[in-house]
């Protein structure tokens, strides 16, 4: 592949190329073509790439040109590309190279239809992402990036999974942002069902994480009410 080719059209293998650098007269050929931020060929580029971010982002070479592009996209173009991988964010979120390009893919949404859609697609799937090693990440970047309304539905899904969530390692992780990046008043619910499920969250070895958590930050009933769930039973505990 050289200049020539693409300034006459003729660059027509942009997805085999992002997934063998080695056709590439440079290593990072795409790359560096897209932070030349020449029209003509962030065109070609994002025309092709388009179709297949879902495979370009889980790649271990290609993610680093897929985040590049994501970079130089408007608004349009990045709702554009979240649709192409909506119907396979779990698989992109819950991988580690997919991870990083859905996270910055995430850095860059801001219009109420890009969140939206963001949203909803990782609705369908947000236990598995919240409880996966790299899943996870995502959903932490979502919370500090995006406000309570749009991110309820993370909330929503530890409210009612907080036995499963609270227990796992990464779980554990996404409960804390959310305690840390919520007002009180958002953290009803949850400190609710903690609270009902305190033994079986602190005899756990992340759950008693969680409960600490809770302790820290919730109003004095709810730290009583825990409190009284696990009385008589300090030396168990201790143990």
């Known amino acids: 592949m050289d200049n020539t080719e693409i ?5 027509n293998n942009v997805f085999e190329t992002s997934f063998d650098w080695k056709q590439c007269r440079k290593e990072k050929f795409i790359q560096q073509k897209l932070e030349q931020n020449d029209p003509l060929y962030f065109g070609l580029f994002y025309e092709e790439m388009k179709e297949a971010v879902p495979d370009l ?5 290609s993610h680093f040109a897929i985040e590049k592009l994501i970079q130089c996209c408007n608004d349009e173009q990045c709702l554009a590309l979240l649709q192409r991988l909506a119907g396979a964010i779990s698989l992109g979120a819950c991988q580690k190279h997919g ?8 850095d860059t949404l801001h219009t109420p239809a890009q969140i939206y859609t963001l949203v909803e697609a990782m609705r369908q ?8 090693a790299s899943g996870h990440f995502v959903v932490l970047r979502m919370l500090q990036r995006f406000p309570y309304q749009s991110t309820k539905f993370i909330d929503d899904a530890i409210v009612a999974n907080v036995a499963q969530i609270g227990t796992d390692h990464h779980g554990l992780r996404v409960v804390k942002a959310v305690l840390a990046v919520r007002r009180p008043a958002e953290l009803t619910r949850l400190f609710k069902q903690v609270a009902r499920l305190t033994m079986k969250l602190v005899e756990n070895q ?3 994480y969680c409960i600490q958590s809770v302790l820290d930050v919730a109003p004095p009933a709810v730290r009583t009410n825990i409190k009284v769930k696990m009385e008589g039973k300090y030396m168990r505990l201790s143990k």
């Open 7 to 11: 300034k006459e059209g003729k660059l």
């Open 57 to 61: 982002m889980i790649d271990n070479f």
């Open 99 to 106: 991870s990083f390009s859905v996270q910055a893919l995430v």
């Open 125 to 132: 799937d947000i236990m598995r992402i919240i409880t996966h």
């Open 206 to 208: 992340y759950g008693n």
